[in-house]
């Protein structure tokens, strides 16, 4: 039987002096599976992704990750629990340009006791580990030492893969990554995330408005068919 | 720490507006502790003007009036003091030394006083220092004058010169004693003292000068003498303006001072140096504290500039604020990076500020020294100056607190979201 990752029940969430965003009746997400989320601009999935990384807190409903219902957190506490178990990469330009590549890949064990453990467990060091990410993602060692803004979107794109995986948190979240690469890149750098998420056994939630690659993953889902308020709107 | 190391490379990636900020944090500490250590030695060296005198005597009046004219060479005395008092008191047995000193002529708005050899024997000034020749010799003759550096130096007299002193002390002088010039005997060394603004004649010189004066004006044809003819003229004072006294005891000083201040031949002042010059000093002390108040302002101005530029930049670091607390960084996590940031920009400016100071004293301790007698010293903060640069580092971290608190709460709003 396969283990729950993240399940939504009776998620509802609106901003503050708006109607309600999301309106989530059941969603899961299991462990090493990978995910397609779609939906277009301002639909509610940046938000379902703070959501989900504890950020926001819902008006109503339960997020449970790994067993853990995040709504019965402090703010403190969810913040502790996103970034041991959550790695986010984000659209583009997300790296801290006035830190080395390696740097960058370190953060999440700078400010992750577990992710650090983890890390030093699988690769005998933090340093070690951080190599053999770029090294899997295709980037040559020479690079680690360099600035992060001077690489390329692409190999910016593989250094915040490499630090959304240090250290294995149990969930990757990708929120656009791809949108910044051409066709050929966009398929490489997919497929050596897939590879990394499948070696360390972390789930994969790729969130893009971009059909053409949801045929890559185990599933693919559109936001408004888990959305309700969505439909509504319509 | 590794807060630390984010905080030093997110400042290394802004490094023209932080090394502008901590170049203006370094000027305004270093313009305070200069006003400061300034402060300190002025006083010091104000105390240092007159050193191993006991007592000064002069006609009564106040003691700040007589330490002016007497040692400052400011202000004019409300009366004269009979000669035969002032061999009363110089031959008491308490007393090891006495130094003359007669006032009332100028020359070309420089003091001229008339003494005694006892003068470069036994006046010293700062810590306990001789004065000091450096040309010719203490006058000889009549009509011999031993100028003061600044004198010499801004009149640019060498030995030899002749000169004409002037009736009166004020700028432009009306009567002249050209009848009677004086050489120039000897140049005294710098001593940052009035000393240096002072022609020094003898007392028989002095005497000369007025010798065929009749109330108070120069006299006319026959009753005139000439400077060869007051050579022969009995030019023994009659009366000086002060007198400086230097005791066997110190113990004896303050007997001294009441059997003068009772004397009974005529109404005498005599006052303590250091406890005239205390008073003397803290009539400046408000002018002396408005120049540090203003300085602390110069320093405030400088913080306020830090933050200002912190606050300015944080806008447009929400992105980065968004990548830490995307990678974890907790929101307290983004504050202290932000106090961290100006506490860095702090230190650094007041470590900038000290080593400005440094560099400032090594440049210009040679010509405060010669010019102004102040010796600033290469000596370790005080522990006041402690206590100034301690208060500069809590007001900045207080003002830290400023763009932590908006980052926190900018950082709690945005989330995860990352603006551009």
Redesign the interface.
């Known amino acids: 039987m396969t283990q729950t990752l993240i399940e939504l029940q009776g998620l509802g969430f609106a901003w503050p002096g708006y109607p309600e965003l999301l309106d989530i009746p059941e969603f899961r997400l299991h462990r090493g599976e990978s995910l397609f989320l779609k939906g277009p601009s301002g639909s509610g999935k940046t938000t379902l992704l703070g959501l989900l990384g504890g950020v926001q807190k819902p008006g109503r409903g339960s997020i449970r990750l790994l067993g853990q219902d995040l709504t019965k957190l402090s703010a403190s506490a969810r913040d502790h629990f996103r970034v041991d178990h959550t790695g986010y990469i984000f659209q583009q330009f997300n790296l801290l340009p006035f830190l080395s590549v390696r740097e960058n890949v370190e953060l999440p064990c700078r400010f992750s006791r577990l992710r650090a453990q983890r890390a030093r467990q699988r690769h005998g060091s933090i340093d070690q580990a951080a190599a053999a990410l770029l090294r899997h993602l295709g980037l040559k060692e020479e690079l680690l030492q360099r600035r992060a803004d001077v690489l390329s979107i692409g190999q910016q794109q593989r250094v915040a893969a490499a630090r959304a995986l240090i250290g294995q948190p149990e969930l990757v979240i990708a929120d656009e990554p791809t949108s910044a690469l051409d066709a050929d890149a966009r398929e490489a750098f997919l497929q050596l995330l897939f590879a990394e998420c499948r070696q360390a056994g972390a789930s994969l939630l790729f969130v893009s408005h971009d059909q053409s690659l949801a045929a890559l993953f185990d599933r693919h889902l559109a936001l408004d068919e888990l959305n309700r308020a969505a439909r509504r709107g319509d | 720490m590794?807060l630390l190391r984010?905080a030093l490379?997110?400042l290394?990636?802004r490094r023209f507006t932080a090394l502008l900020t901590i170049f203006a944090i370094a000027l305004s500490v270093c313009l305070l502790l200069a006003v400061e250590r300034v402060r300190t030695e002025a006083r010091a060296s104000f105390a240092a003007t007159i050193s191993g005198t006991d007592l000064i005597v002069g006609a009564r009046s106040g003691s700040v009036n007589l330490l002016l004219y007497s040692v400052f060479r400011i202000g004019n005395a409300t009366n004269n003091i009979r000669w035969d008092s002032y061999e009363a008191v110089s031959q008491d047995k308490r007393v090891k030394w006495a130094i003359p000193i007669s006032l009332g002529d100028s020359h070309r708005g420089y003091r001229v006083m008339g003494t005694s050899a006892a003068y470069f024997e036994h006046y010293r000034y700062g810590r306990r220092q001789p004065l000091q020749l450096a040309e010719g010799k203490p006058f000889a003759d009549l009509f011999d004058v031993v100028l003061g550096a600044e004198v010499a130096e801004t009149l640019h007299y060498k030995l030899g010169d002749k000169l004409v002193l002037a009736h009166g002390v004020s700028t432009v002088s009306l009567v002249q004693h050209d009848d009677k010039p004086f050489t120039v005997a000897g140049i005294l060394a710098r001593t940052g003292t009035p000393v240096d603004r002072t022609l020094h004649i003898s007392l028989a010189g002095m005497e000369a000068l007025h010798i065929d004066w009749q109330n108070g004006v120069p006299a006319r044809g026959a009753g005139k003498a000439s400077a060869e003819q007051a050579r022969a003229m009995d030019l023994q004072p009659k009366a000086i303006t002060a007198f400086l006294l230097g005791l066997n005891s110190r113990i004896a000083t303050f007997a001294v001072q009441r059997q003068i201040n009772e004397y009974r031949g005529e109404p005498l002042l005599a006052i303590l140096p250091g406890v005239a010059l205390q008073e003397l000093w803290s009539l400046m002390g408000t002018a002396e504290q408005a120049l540090l108040v203003v300085s602390l302002f110069v320093v405030l101005t400088g913080l306020i500039g830090m933050l200002t530029a912190i606050l300015a930049g944080l806008n447009e670091r929400r992105?980065?604020m968004a990548?830490?607390?995307?990678?974890?960084?907790?929101?307290w996590?983004i504050g202290s990076l932000l106090v961290l940031e100006a506490f860095t920009l702090a230190v650094t400016g007041v470590l900038l500020g000290v080593g400005l100071l440094y560099l400032g004293i090594g440049l210009s301790q040679g010509y405060l020294q010669a010019n102004y007698g102040l010796n600033l010293p290469f000596a370790l903060p005080s522990p006041y100056e402690w206590t100034l640069l301690g208060a500069i580092l809590a007001a900045a971290l207080l003002m830290g607190v400023v763009p932590a608190w908006r980052a926190y709460r900018q950082s709690l709003a945005d989330?995860?979201?990352?603006r551009l």
Do not use: D
């Not at chain 2, 990548?323 to 929101?331: C, D, E, F, N, T």
């Open positions: 590794h984010l490379a997110s290394a990636n992105r980065e990548i830490l607390r995307s990678v974890g960084a907790r929101p996590h989330g995860l979201t990352i």
